[in-house]
Antibody, heavy 119, light 106 residues
Framework: QVQLQESGPGLVKPSETLSLTCTVF??????????WDWIRQAPGKGLECLGS???????YYNPSLRSRVTIFVDTSKNQFSLKLSSVTAADTAVYYC???????????WGQGTLVTVSS | DIQMTQSPSSLSASVGDRVIITCRASQSINNYLNWYQQKPGKAPKLLIY???NLQSGVPSRFSGSGSGTDFTLTISSLQPEDFATYYC????????FGQGTRLEIK
């Protein structure tokens, strides 16, 4: 059974960089049939994908966040990570990591981690 | 990026009702359309992938149809556990989601 687990600070100061890591258990991040996504949900709002990465390192970013987002993978640790720079209160959200099948659909999600941007 | 528009934004229905939620893409996405159910405090759950394929373990009262720009999610007979928020999502290009449809008990 595949499990994903987000880790990182729950509080980030405005203008600083938000950093989260997702560890994948029960499956290899190097499998060719999957992308690995970062998705967020602001309180009471809908879902927004920040970007995706393939195990090879190929990335796809949300155009509206591209200048602030970096996603990278560490296959030796079965992890992928998110960095979001110059954060503001608008970046306060639950951040999910997820596995996205090339055949269709996000089939596994982390439990989500709330990141609050506040001084 | 591709915009996804769901309707209605909210819906009141009763147990046993048939419910249809629609999703429209701003350009053709072939059948790269997925549906999710989300309950409060939980991660979304995949219901339908590739517009019409039922995810393993999902009850058969859920079905999806459509291609190109127009898609529907149908729940044939609402059960108490189906009251939740539903999202469509395209994976034709960089992932985008619809704004969600909140399904409430009448």
């Amino acid at each position: 059974q595949v499990q994903l687990q987000e880790s990182g600070p729950g509080l980030v100061k405005p203008s600083e960089t938000l950093s989260l890591t997702c560890t994948v258990f029960g499956g290899s991040i190097s499998s060719s049939g999957y992308y690995w996504d970062w998705i967020r949900q602001a309180p009471g709002k809908g879902l927004e994908c920040l970007g995706s990465i393939f195990y090879s390192g190929t990335t796809y970013y949300n155009p509206s966040l591209r200048s602030r987002v970096t996603i990278f993978v560490d296959t030796s640790k079965n992890q992928f990570s998110l960095k979001l720079s110059s954060v503001t209160a608008a970046d306060t959200a639950v951040y999910y990591c997820a596995r996205h099948r090339t055949a269709g659909g996000i089939d596994y999600w982390g439990q989500g981690t709330l990141v609050t941007v506040s001084s | 990026d591709i915009q996804m528009t769901q309707s209605p934004s909210s819906l009141s229905a009763s147990v046993g009702d048939r419910v249809i939620i629609t999703c429209r893409a701003s350009q053709s996405i072939n059948n790269y359309l997925n549906w999710y159910q989300q309950k409060p405090g939980k991660a979304p759950k995949l219901l339908i992938y590739g517009a019409s394929n039922l995810q393993s373990g999902v009850p058969s009262r859920f079905s999806g149809s459509g291609s190109g720009t127009d898609f529907t999610l149908t729940i044939s007979s609402l059960q108490p556990e189906d009251f939740a928020t539903y999202y469509c999502q395209q994976s034709y290009t960089t992932i985008t989601f619809g704004q969600g449809t909140r399904l409430e008990i009448k």
